[in-house]
Every structure is written in structure tokens, then in C-alpha cells.
């Protein structure tokens, strides 16, 4: 028992410091495995710091100059204040002017379609501007005809109504001398005969015969003084009418009626009016 136990307790001890040994071995291992990475830590750390301190550093100087940048900036931005509050009223009568310009730009558009439809309208103007142009050429000819004619014809009215007004003048001459002829010799036949009758004592029935005679006569020298006045009136009349168709022929040629050279006469017969009617009518004679 003794043997085994000093046996058992040396094999324990050899057993213990066997595990001594190996936990020696074992805590030295941790303590180089724990150095080392406390060494690396440390490095790491180390490194860690001196790149913080050198970002502190970096961060210090941006701040710095952010920091003078700030200032810079708060300057400028005073400064921009200042020319934001000067260029406010310009603001305001550019936006107004941009407004107008909208409208000026809606009404552009208008304006601008207005511009098309007036040229086409223009296109079409100035082709009827041509036709017009070559229709007023045929008409100048035309006219310049019509002026020739106008001349000729002038001239052969001007003859014809001189002509035509020593005719009328003469023949209204002749019938006014006719008539005062016969005024005359009704007035002697009427003092002859009232000597007559008043020299000769004739019975009543002879009287009266003789009376009867003498109105017969007289009712029909009366009615000889009707037609050649109602003549007379006739011609004045046609004389009349044709001096108005001559005026108004000139009127129409658009030759004013003071170029004549002379002034045309109405005739006008007394104590009988020649009426507006158609050439040749007059009213009866009063």
C-alpha cells in the first residue's frame, strides 16, 4: 500500500507538474499571444490616433477656412441682399414687362395672321389692280374717242343751235309782226265799222244782220289770232326745249356751260305760258 501510494503519488505529481508545465506553457503562449496583439492594438490604435489627430488637424484647418469662407460668404450674401433689394423695382418692371411682352406676343400672333390673310388679300388687291389698270388703258382710249367726238359734235351743236335760233328768232319776228298787223286792222275794222253804223240809220233787222256778219268775222279773225299765237308759242316752245336738251347733252360730255361763249336766250310769249312738258306741247293761249 505504501509503495503504491508513493507509486500513485509521484505518477500524481509527474501528472501535476506535467499539467503545470503544459499550463505554464500554455499561459506563456496567451501572455505572448496577448502581448502581441496588445501590441498590435496598440499599433492600431497608435495609428488610429495619429490619423484622428492628423484629421483633427485637417478638420481644425477646413473649419478654419470654412470658417473664413463663412465670413466671406456672409459678406457676399449681405452684398447680394443689398443688390437683391436694389434690383427688386427692376425685378418688378421686368416681370411687368415680361407680362406686356406675353400680351404684345399674343397679340403678334394675331397681328401675324392678320399679316397673312392681308397679304393674300394684297395678291388678290394688286391683281384687280391690273385689271383695273388695263381697263382704265381701254377707257383713257375710249375716253379720248369719246372727247374727239364730243368735240365734233360740239362744234356741229354749236352751228346747229345758231342756226336753229336765227330760224326761231326770225319766224317769232314774223308771227309777233302778223299778229300786231291784225291787232291794228281788227281795231281799224272795229272804229270803221262802229262809224258805220252810227253814220247809217239801218233798221234793227238789218242791224242785226250786219252784227251777226261782223262777229262771224270777228269770231273768225279771233280764231286766226288763236292759232298763229298758239304757233308762235309752239315754236318758242321747241326752242326752249331744244336749248335744255343742248345743255344737258353738254352737262353729260362734262363741259361746263360757262365755255359756251355765249349765253343761250329763252324765248317767252306774253301772256301765255309754254308749260315743262315734251317738246311741241304748250298750254293754251289766255
Not at 414687362?97 to 397681328?111: G, H, S
Not at 262802229?194 to 262771224?216: F, G, H
Not at 308759242?233 to 365755255?259: M, Q, S, W
Not at 349765253?263 to 310769249?269: G, S, W, Y
Amino acid at each position: 500500500m505504501k509503495m503504491l501510494r508513493d507509486e500513485l503519488d509521484l505518477r500524481r505529481k509527474t501528472e501535476i507538474h506535467e499539467v503545470e508545465e503544459r499550463k505554464n506553457g500554455q499561459i506563456n503562449t496567451l501572455m505572448k499571444n496577448h502581448e502581441k496583439a496588445f501590441s498590435d492594438i496598440k499599433n492600431y490604435y497608435n495609428d488610429i490616433t495619429l490619423n484622428n489627430l492628423a484629421l483633427i488637424n485637417s478638420l481644425k484647418e477646413q473649419m478654419e477656412e470654412m470658417k473664413k469662407k463663412e465670413d466671406h460668404l456672409e459678406k457676399e450674401m449681405a452684398e447680394v441682399m443689398v443688390q437683391n433689394k436694389r434690383l427688386t423695382d427692376p425685378l418688378q418692371k421686368a416681370r411687368e414687362e415680361l407680362l406686356e411682352l406675353q400680351k404684345k406676343l399674343v397679340n403678334y400672333e394675331k397681328d401675324k395672321h392678320a399679316l397673312a390673310s392681308t397679304k393674300a388679300r394684297l395678291k388678290v388687291t394688286e391683281k384687280e389692280l391690273k385689271d383695273l389698270q388695263w381697263e382704265h388703258e381701254v377707257l383713257e382710249q375710249r375716253f379720248i374717242k369719246v372727247q374727239i367726238e364730243r368735240d365734233d359734235l360740239y362744234s356741229k351743236f354749236e352751228k346747229a343751235i345758231q342756226e336753229v335760233q336765227q330760224k326761231t328768232g326770225f319766224k317769232n319776228l314774223i308771227l309777233e309782226r302778223k299778229l300786231m298787223t291784225l291787232s291794228n286792222v281788227m281795231e281799224r275794222k272795229d272804229v270803221q265799222l262802229n262809224e258805220i253804223l252810227s253814220a247809217s240809220n239801218l233798221d234793227p233787222e238789218a242791224l242785226s244782220v250786219v252784227s251777226r256778219k261782223l262777229e262771224d268775222v270777228l269770231e273768225s279773225k279771233n280764231s286766226l289770232i288763236k292759232d298763229l299765237q298758239y304757233e308762235l308759242a309752239r315754236v318758242c316752245k321747241a326752242h326752249n326745249d331744244l336749248l335744255r336738251t343742248y345743255e344737258a347733252k353738254l352737262v353729260a360730255f362734262g363741259i361746263p356751260l360757262d365755255n359756251i361763249g355765249f349765253k343761250p336766250l329763252e324765248t317767252v310769249v306774253i301772256g301765255q305760258s309754254l308749260g315743262h312738258g315734251p317738246a311741241g306741247l304748250v298750254s293754251m293761249p289766255t
